[in-house]
Each structure stands twice: as structure tokens, then as C-alpha cells.
């Protein structure tokens, strides 16, 4: 299959691109800085800026006939929604949700024609679970989380897949996005959800891209592959505890694990 990939850089996206070569896929890198690709063995790198319609336009064009496309391109920003950017949060939801169906919108009506494509949205456990101080990007992964289950409903009446994949904390992590700090009130808040990772994801740390990377390959390879897909013990706990609990009961239970009186 020839796959494109957005936010192929680095972490989850490189990572994705090896796999997939590895596995015999025609893997087309993207990343809006492209000397970032050079050390990737791909059939094809480009340029792309998930945020640009001429950009986006010209990275297709460049591409060729694809099979499937991996929306991974996303930036992130931490602080108190009381007094975080509104322009930050405009351009993450801009590339987080927006970007990846700007990449699809294109594709889609020679996939619905031909019957047959598959879209995997790399998303988060923050696009099902919103946790203090990333809400503008757990807006951004909600977005996405919404686009891509409509997709899915719209879609697979004409033989193109949709799935959404939810890894939990992964290593090295994101680049790191802008930080507002917010007013001093805020101060403990900050102390208290700095190094969460620590409380879910155990002894042994965060896993590393690898793992996001071979259930990417297993969704675009597997047509059975369901339209959730949690990467990461963290994420299967985290989501597991959210789909059977009220809102009461989950935020109790995760404020005993994380230690939080906030």
C-alpha cells in the first residue's frame, strides 16, 4: 500500500514510517520541515503544512495514487484556560482536528468512487478524557475524536475505513508547546499535575513511539481493526475506567490514584 503521513518527523510519526517500510508499505513522509525526513528510508518525502491549502494541495499532487493516510501532524500548549491564548488554541485546533480533514477532503471523493481507503487520526487518551491544564489540546484531540467517528459513519458505506488511535503517555513525548503559566492561583495546580505520567503509567515508564507505530500498521493492514483503538496500558486503564464510570465516580477514582486535591 502507499501510505502518506503527516508529522513525520520525529516520536510516533518517524516511528510509523519505519514500520510500515519495514513491513514492504510505499511510505510517503511529510513534515512541514523536510530536511527533518532526510534520515527516514521512504519511498517519497515532501513537504506539508496541515494548515495550508496550497501546501496541502502540492504534497498530494507530488504523492500520487494513496491507499491510506496517517494524520499525525499535531502541536500541543499547557496552561489555565482562564488566561491561555486564544490564538494558540485556534492554531491547535487548526492543525490537530482541522488539518487532518483538510488533508482528507481532497482524497476522498476518488476513494468513495474507486471504494476503498483507509484514514487512521492519530489522536490521544486526552481527545475521551479532558484533564486540568491541556484543555485547549484536549479541545483540539475532542475535535479530531468528533470528525473522525462522522467520518466513519459517512464513510464505510463506500469501502473506506476510519480509525482512531488513542495513545496514552508515550516517550519522548511532544515537542513542547507554549506554556502559560496563568496567574499565581494556579501555582499548586501546576505542582500537582506536573508528572502525572508517573502515577499511570507505572515503574517501567512510558513506552516508546514503537508501539503507537505497529497498531498504526495493524489498523491500515487489518479491516477488522475497530473504530477505537487505545495504545498503551495507561490509555486501556484511563479509557476503560471512563467508559464504565459516571463523572463522579471517574474523576474520584483518578483523583485517589494521582494523589490530586485540587
Known sequence: MRILITGAA????????????????????????????????????LPLDVTDDASVAAALDAAGDLDAIVNNAAQNGKGPLESFPLDQMEAMLRTNAIGALRVLQPLLPSWRTRGSGVVVNVSSIQGRVATPLDGAYSASKHALESISETLHYELSHFGIRVVIV????????????????????????????????????GPAGRPGPEVVAVAIRQAIEDPDTPLRVPVGEDAAMVLGARSSMDDASFEAAMRAVLGATW
Open 166 to 201: 488513542e495513545p496514552g503517555y508515550i516517550d519522548p513525548g511532544m515537542l513542547a508547546g507554549a506554556r502559560t503559566q496563568g496567574d499565581p492561583a494556579y501555582a499548586e495546580l501546576w505542582e500537582q499535575w506536573e508528572h502525572t505520567d508517573v502515577a499511570v503509567t
Open 10 to 45: 520525529r516520536a510516533i510519526g518517524a516511528a510509523t514510517a519505519t514500520e510500515l517500510t519495514r513491513a514492504g508499505h510505499e511510505v510517503v513522509a511529510t513534515a512541514r520541515d523536510i530536511s527533518l525526513l532526510a534520515d527516514l528510508d521512504v519511498a517519497l518525502r
